[in-house]
Every structure is written in structure tokens, then in C-alpha cells.
């Protein structure tokens, strides 16, 4: 008698755990963080060398519009999590109403974050400003692109579950994976810049 044959039946037939998502995804996210670190590190190095302009300039953003966007991301993200729950039971015709939910909820922030923008130009809060302005708006800037993909996929794939999406969650999956990590990036974002004095 071997030691595969003393195991419990479901131990010897119990599938392989694998990662969420598309095989080879979890290296973009990798590559992905590894930017944002970069940038994230760099913005730290130039406030350590100009913390009285970087903590006047931060003053000027407005911190309760970065209060809302966070709200608005979580719940958003909190959707897309549901969605994904639904579809991994079967039930395509909700999980596509709760992924509408999450695209809603990233077109919101897009919709608040273009506000913060306009009204910042409008007070010369650009990049000829000073060099905070040059980190917030390229940090929150390729966020805010990387909003606007997320938006764009899980659009599709909704739609596609409207139309009864072909068997398996990989794709949704590896979409969901992907509006978490937008939503994590803000939730580093929104206090390096905003609040952390």
C-alpha cells in the first residue's frame, strides 16, 4: 500500500489551486506595480527636497473630492467582486447588472477626477506651477488612464454577459483582477498626495 492509496478520496482527485485570471496576467500586474513604485519613489525624493513648496502646493488640492473618489472606487470595486461571485454561480444575468454597477461607479471617478482637473487649470495648478504638480498630475494621470481601460473592458465583457459569455471565468476574472489593483493604486495615491504631510 502506497501513500496515495491511504488519502481520502477527494484529497487525490481535488483539482489544483491556480491563480484568478488569464495565465501570465499576474506578470503585467507585477510590471504594473513596479512603474507605479518607481513613480511613487520619485515623488518622495523630490518632496524630501522641497517639502515647504510640495506641502503648500498640496494644500491647494481639494481633499474632500479625494475623500469622494476613494468612496466612489471602493464601492465600485465591491461591485465587480459581486459580479464575478454571481458569475461563478451561474447567474450571468446578474453579475452583468452588478459589473454595469462597477463601470458606473469608475465613469463617476473619471467624471470627478476631470472635474478636479478643470478647476485646477483654471487655478494655474499645471505643471509650470512647480514640480508637485508635475508628480500629481502624471501619477494620477496614468491612474486615471488606467480607470478609463478598466471602464472599457468591463463594459465589454457586461455586454458579453448579457449575451450569455462563452463558459469560464478566466476573462472576467482577469478583468476583476484588474479594477482591484486600480482601485489598490488609488488607495496609495490618494493619501501619498493628499494627505500625508
Same mark, same amino acid.
Not at 488569464?22 to 520619485?42: E, P, R, S, Y
Not at 506651477?129 to 480607470?147: Q, R, S
Given at each position: 500500500?502506497?501513500?496515495?492509496?491511504?488519502?481520502?478520496?477527494?484529497?487525490?482527485?481535488?483539482?489544483?489551486?491556480?491563480?484568478?485570471?488569464?495565465?501570465?496576467?499576474?506578470?503585467?500586474?507585477?510590471?504594473?506595480?513596479?512603474?507605479?513604485?518607481?513613480?511613487?519613489?520619485?515623488?518622495?525624493?523630490?518632496?524630501?527636497?522641497?517639502?515647504?513648496?510640495?506641502?503648500?502646493?498640496?494644500?491647494?488640492?481639494?481633499?474632500?473630492?479625494?475623500?469622494?473618489?476613494?468612496?466612489?472606487?471602493?464601492?465600485?470595486?465591491?461591485?465587480?467582486? #459581486?459580479? $464575478? =461571485?454571481?458569475?461563478?454561480?451561474?447567474?450571468?444575468? +446578474?453579475? *452583468?447588472?452588478?459589473?454595469?454597477? /462597477?463601470? %458606473? !461607479?469608475?465613469?463617476?471617478?473619471?467624471?470627478?477626477?476631470?472635474?478636479?482637473?478643470?478647476?485646477?487649470?483654471?487655478?494655474?495648478?499645471?505643471?509650470?506651477?512647480?514640480?508637485?504638480?508635475? #508628480?500629481? $498630475? =502624471?501619477?494620477?494621470?496614468?491612474?486615471?488612464?488606467? +480607470?478609463? *481601460?478598466?471602464?472599457?473592458?468591463? /463594459?465589454? %465583457? !457586461?455586454?458579453?454577459?448579457?449575451?450569455?459569455?462563452?463558459?469560464?471565468?478566466?476573462?472576467?476574472?482577469?478583468?476583476?483582477?484588474?479594477?482591484?489593483?486600480?482601485?489598490?493604486?488609488?488607495?496609495?495615491?490618494?493619501?501619498?498626495?493628499?494627505?500625508?504631510?
Amino acid at each position: 500500500m502506497t501513500a496515495v492509496d491511504t488519502l481520502p478520496s477527494p484529497a487525490r482527485h481535488k483539482a489544483p489551486r491556480r491563480m484568478p485570471g488569464i495565465d501570465g496576467f499576474w506578470v503585467f500586474i507585477g510590471g504594473d506595480m513596479a512603474i507605479f513604485t518607481l513613480m511613487f519613489l520619485a515623488f518622495a525624493v523630490a518632496r524630501r527636497d522641497d517639502v515647504a513648496g510640495f506641502d503648500a502646493a498640496r494644500a491647494t488640492l481639494d481633499v474632500d473630492r479625494g475623500g469622494i473618489n476613494t468612496l466612489v472606487l471602493l464601492t465600485s470595486s465591491v461591485c465587480v467582486a #459581486y459580479a $464575478l =461571485t454571481r458569475l461563478r454561480e451561474g447567474r450571468t444575468d +446578474v453579475a *452583468a447588472t452588478w459589473t454595469a454597477f /462597477g463601470v %458606473l !461607479g469608475g465613469l463617476a471617478f473619471v467624471a470627478l477626477k476631470g472635474a478636479e482637473y478643470v478647476t485646477g487649470f483654471q487655478d494655474d495648478h499645471t505643471p509650470a506651477a512647480g514640480t508637485f504638480y508635475v #508628480y500629481y $498630475l =502624471t501619477i494620477t494621470g496614468i491612474h486615471l488612464l488606467h +480607470v478609463i *481601460a478598466g471602464c472599457i473592458l468591463l /463594459g465589454i %465583457l !457586461g455586454f458579453r454577459l448579457r449575451g450569455s459569455l462563452p463558459p469560464g471565468t478566466a476573462g472576467f476574472e482577469t478583468a476583476a483582477c484588474y479594477w482591484h489593483l486600480v482601485d489598490f493604486l488609488w488607495l496609495l495615491i490618494f493619501p501619498l498626495i493628499y494627505l500625508i504631510r
